[in-house]
Protein backbone atom coordinates (compact mmCIF):
# COMPACT_ATOMS: atom_id res chain seq x y z
CA UNK A 1 0.00 0.00 0.00
CA UNK A 2 1.55 3.69 -1.36
CA UNK A 3 1.52 6.17 1.57
CA UNK A 4 2.93 9.79 1.43
CA UNK A 5 2.02 11.73 4.65
CA UNK A 6 2.82 14.91 4.68
CA UNK A 7 3.78 16.70 7.83
CA UNK A 8 5.07 20.73 9.09
CA UNK A 9 2.29 22.63 8.24
CA UNK A 10 1.07 25.17 10.47
CA UNK A 11 1.08 29.11 11.17
CA UNK A 12 3.07 31.05 10.23
CA UNK A 13 4.17 35.15 9.86
CA UNK A 14 4.62 36.58 7.05
CA UNK A 15 8.80 36.57 6.29
CA UNK A 16 8.82 33.48 8.53
CA UNK A 17 10.27 30.12 7.64
CA UNK A 18 9.06 26.66 7.62
CA UNK A 19 10.02 23.14 6.69
CA UNK A 20 7.47 20.60 4.78
CA UNK A 21 8.66 17.16 5.34
CA UNK A 22 6.76 13.99 3.13
CA UNK A 23 7.67 10.28 4.14
CA UNK A 24 6.96 7.99 1.78
CA UNK A 25 6.15 3.97 1.79
CA UNK A 26 4.69 1.14 -0.13
CA UNK A 27 6.90 1.82 -3.06
CA UNK A 28 10.36 2.10 -4.21
CA UNK A 29 11.20 5.86 -3.34
CA UNK A 30 14.17 6.16 -5.40
CA UNK A 31 12.30 5.50 -8.58
CA UNK A 32 9.91 7.77 -8.53
CA UNK A 33 10.75 11.90 -9.23
CA UNK A 34 8.92 14.03 -6.77
CA UNK A 35 7.15 17.44 -6.91
CA UNK A 36 5.02 19.80 -3.90
CA UNK A 37 1.77 21.13 -5.36
CA UNK A 38 -0.40 23.02 -3.50
CA UNK A 39 -3.57 24.47 -3.37
CA UNK A 40 -5.06 28.05 -2.17
CA UNK A 41 -8.28 27.65 -0.47
CA UNK A 42 -10.94 27.42 -2.83
CA UNK A 43 -8.93 27.51 -5.98
CA UNK A 44 -7.35 25.44 -8.34
CA UNK A 45 -3.90 23.34 -7.96
CA UNK A 46 -0.97 24.61 -8.55
CA UNK A 47 2.69 23.24 -9.20
CA UNK A 48 5.65 24.67 -6.71
CA UNK A 49 8.56 22.36 -7.14
CA UNK A 50 10.02 19.19 -8.89
CA UNK A 51 13.25 16.74 -8.00
CA UNK A 52 14.24 13.83 -9.64
CA UNK A 53 14.32 10.12 -8.85
CA UNK A 54 18.07 11.15 -8.20
CA UNK A 55 17.99 14.62 -6.66
CA UNK A 56 20.53 15.96 -9.35
CA UNK A 57 17.39 17.90 -10.97
CA UNK A 58 15.20 20.76 -9.19
CA UNK A 59 12.72 23.12 -10.75
CA UNK A 60 10.56 25.42 -9.49
CA UNK A 61 7.80 28.07 -10.06
CA UNK A 62 8.35 31.59 -10.62
CA UNK A 63 6.24 32.44 -7.68
CA UNK A 64 8.37 30.53 -5.18
CA UNK A 65 12.12 30.73 -6.73
CA UNK A 66 14.91 32.03 -4.77
CA UNK A 67 12.32 31.14 -1.70
CA UNK A 68 11.86 27.70 -1.51
CA UNK A 69 14.49 25.08 -1.79
CA UNK A 70 13.28 21.14 -2.35
CA UNK A 71 15.04 17.73 -1.67
CA UNK A 72 15.12 14.69 -0.92
CA UNK A 73 17.02 11.72 1.72
CA UNK A 74 16.42 8.42 -0.67
CA UNK A 75 17.71 6.81 2.27
CA UNK A 76 14.66 7.75 4.30
CA UNK A 77 12.57 7.69 2.21
CA UNK A 78 11.89 11.13 2.67
CA UNK A 79 11.12 14.74 0.69
CA UNK A 80 11.48 17.76 2.02
CA UNK A 81 10.38 21.87 1.01
CA UNK A 82 12.29 24.52 3.16
CA UNK A 83 10.22 27.62 2.68
CA UNK A 84 11.71 30.55 3.58
CA UNK A 85 10.56 34.80 3.13
CA UNK A 86 6.75 33.32 3.28
CA UNK A 87 3.86 35.30 2.05
CA UNK A 88 0.26 35.63 2.77
CA UNK A 89 -0.50 34.55 -0.89
CA UNK A 90 2.02 30.95 0.01
CA UNK A 91 -1.38 30.01 2.08
CA UNK A 92 -2.48 26.88 0.67
CA UNK A 93 -2.45 22.96 1.49
CA UNK A 94 0.62 21.54 0.29
CA UNK A 95 0.38 18.28 -1.21
CA UNK A 96 3.69 15.77 -2.15
CA UNK A 97 3.53 14.18 -5.13
CA UNK A 98 5.25 11.25 -6.78
CA UNK A 99 5.38 9.86 -10.59
CA UNK A 100 7.50 7.33 -12.75
CA UNK A 101 5.88 8.76 -15.93
CA UNK A 102 6.01 11.44 -18.33
CA UNK A 103 4.83 14.19 -15.69
CA UNK A 104 2.29 12.32 -14.21
CA UNK A 105 1.77 12.12 -10.39
CA UNK A 106 -0.06 8.89 -9.79
CA UNK A 107 0.27 8.85 -5.42
CA UNK A 108 -0.49 11.84 -3.47
CA UNK A 109 -0.46 12.79 -0.15
CA UNK A 110 -3.17 14.46 1.88
CA UNK A 111 -1.46 17.12 2.30
CA UNK A 112 -0.76 19.43 5.09
CA UNK A 113 -2.08 23.19 5.79
CA UNK A 114 0.03 26.26 5.75
CA UNK A 115 -1.12 29.83 6.91
CA UNK A 116 0.51 32.97 6.59
CA UNK A 117 -0.44 35.28 8.84
CA UNK A 118 0.13 37.57 11.30
CA UNK B 1 4.53 30.00 -19.21
CA UNK B 2 2.33 27.79 -20.95
CA UNK B 3 -1.35 28.07 -20.08
CA UNK B 4 -4.18 25.72 -19.81
CA UNK B 5 -7.74 26.37 -20.00
CA UNK B 6 -10.63 24.76 -18.76
CA UNK B 7 -14.62 25.70 -18.59
CA UNK B 8 -15.13 26.38 -14.77
CA UNK B 9 -18.73 23.95 -14.47
CA UNK B 10 -19.82 20.71 -16.43
CA UNK B 11 -23.68 19.96 -15.75
CA UNK B 12 -24.25 16.38 -16.79
CA UNK B 13 -27.50 14.27 -15.85
CA UNK B 14 -27.27 10.37 -14.54
CA UNK B 15 -25.88 8.04 -17.54
CA UNK B 16 -24.55 10.49 -19.98
CA UNK B 17 -21.39 11.19 -21.00
CA UNK B 18 -19.80 14.24 -20.08
CA UNK B 19 -17.02 16.17 -21.71
CA UNK B 20 -14.13 18.30 -20.12
CA UNK B 21 -11.84 20.09 -22.62
CA UNK B 22 -8.73 21.19 -22.18
CA UNK B 23 -6.88 23.81 -24.10
CA UNK B 24 -3.53 25.00 -24.72
CA UNK B 25 -1.01 25.83 -27.80
CA UNK B 26 -0.46 22.69 -29.73
CA UNK B 27 -1.18 20.56 -26.66
CA UNK B 28 -1.60 17.86 -29.04
CA UNK B 29 2.25 17.66 -29.01
CA UNK B 30 2.27 17.04 -24.85
CA UNK B 31 1.20 14.50 -23.00
CA UNK B 32 -1.83 15.12 -20.99
CA UNK B 33 -2.61 13.78 -18.00
CA UNK B 34 -6.37 14.02 -16.16
CA UNK B 35 -6.71 14.15 -11.93
CA UNK B 36 -10.05 13.95 -10.44
CA UNK B 37 -10.46 15.95 -6.76
CA UNK B 38 -13.80 15.16 -4.41
CA UNK B 39 -14.17 17.62 -2.25
CA UNK B 40 -11.62 17.46 0.66
CA UNK B 41 -9.42 14.93 -0.51
CA UNK B 42 -6.45 14.88 -2.13
CA UNK B 43 -6.35 14.57 -6.22
CA UNK B 44 -6.29 11.05 -7.98
CA UNK B 45 -4.94 10.26 -11.26
CA UNK B 46 -7.82 8.81 -13.74
CA UNK B 47 -6.00 9.57 -17.11
CA UNK B 48 -2.07 9.79 -18.18
CA UNK B 49 -0.33 9.98 -21.30
CA UNK B 50 -3.49 11.45 -23.22
CA UNK B 51 -5.60 8.33 -22.93
CA UNK B 52 -4.65 5.58 -21.05
CA UNK B 53 -5.92 4.27 -17.31
CA UNK B 54 -4.14 3.17 -14.19
CA UNK B 55 -5.11 0.22 -12.36
CA UNK B 56 -8.35 0.35 -10.51
CA UNK B 57 -9.98 3.59 -13.06
CA UNK B 58 -13.07 2.44 -14.39
CA UNK B 59 -12.94 2.46 -18.42
CA UNK B 60 -16.12 4.84 -18.19
CA UNK B 61 -12.71 7.23 -17.74
CA UNK B 62 -11.16 8.25 -21.06
CA UNK B 63 -9.08 10.80 -22.60
CA UNK B 64 -7.93 12.41 -26.17
CA UNK B 65 -5.65 14.77 -26.93
CA UNK B 66 -5.37 16.53 -30.88
CA UNK B 67 -4.88 19.91 -31.94
CA UNK B 68 -5.04 22.45 -29.32
CA UNK B 69 -7.56 20.57 -27.31
CA UNK B 70 -7.44 17.69 -24.87
CA UNK B 71 -10.90 16.30 -23.78
CA UNK B 72 -11.92 14.15 -20.42
CA UNK B 73 -14.76 11.54 -21.35
CA UNK B 74 -16.98 10.17 -18.48
CA UNK B 75 -19.47 7.83 -19.67
CA UNK B 76 -22.28 6.62 -18.19
CA UNK B 77 -21.67 9.43 -15.36
CA UNK B 78 -22.48 8.68 -11.80
CA UNK B 79 -23.45 10.21 -8.69
CA UNK B 80 -20.08 9.35 -7.82
CA UNK B 81 -18.22 11.14 -10.30
CA UNK B 82 -19.25 14.53 -9.03
CA UNK B 83 -15.54 16.46 -8.60
CA UNK B 84 -13.21 18.95 -9.46
CA UNK B 85 -11.00 17.83 -12.66
CA UNK B 86 -7.69 19.42 -13.56
CA UNK B 87 -5.64 18.80 -16.71
CA UNK B 88 -1.90 18.81 -16.04
CA UNK B 89 1.30 19.04 -18.68
CA UNK B 90 4.85 19.01 -18.61
CA UNK B 91 7.29 19.94 -21.25
CA UNK B 92 9.99 17.92 -19.75
CA UNK B 93 11.86 20.76 -17.98
CA UNK B 94 10.30 23.60 -15.77
CA UNK B 95 6.80 23.94 -17.04
CA UNK B 96 4.65 21.70 -14.55
CA UNK B 97 1.13 22.93 -15.67
CA UNK B 98 -2.25 21.94 -14.52
CA UNK B 99 -5.44 23.82 -15.71
CA UNK B 100 -8.17 25.84 -14.32
CA UNK B 101 -10.33 23.09 -13.28
CA UNK B 102 -14.08 22.25 -14.00
CA UNK B 103 -16.47 21.35 -11.44
CA UNK B 104 -18.73 18.79 -12.90
CA UNK B 105 -22.37 18.68 -11.20
CA UNK B 106 -24.16 15.56 -11.42
CA UNK B 107 -28.50 16.72 -11.71
Known amino acids: QVHLVESGGGLVKPGGSLRLSCAASGFTFSDYYMSWIRQAPGKGLEWVSY????????YYADSVKGRFTISRDNAKNSLYLRMNSLRAEDTAVYYC???????????WGQGTLITVSS | SYVLTQPPSVSVAPGQTARITCGGNNIGSKSVHWYQQRPGQAPVLVVYDDSDRPSGIPERFSGSNSGNTATLTISRVEAGDEADYYCQVWDGSSDHVFGTGTKVTVL
Open chain 1, 97 to 107: ASGQGYGDYAY
Open chain 1, 51 to 58: ISNTGLTT
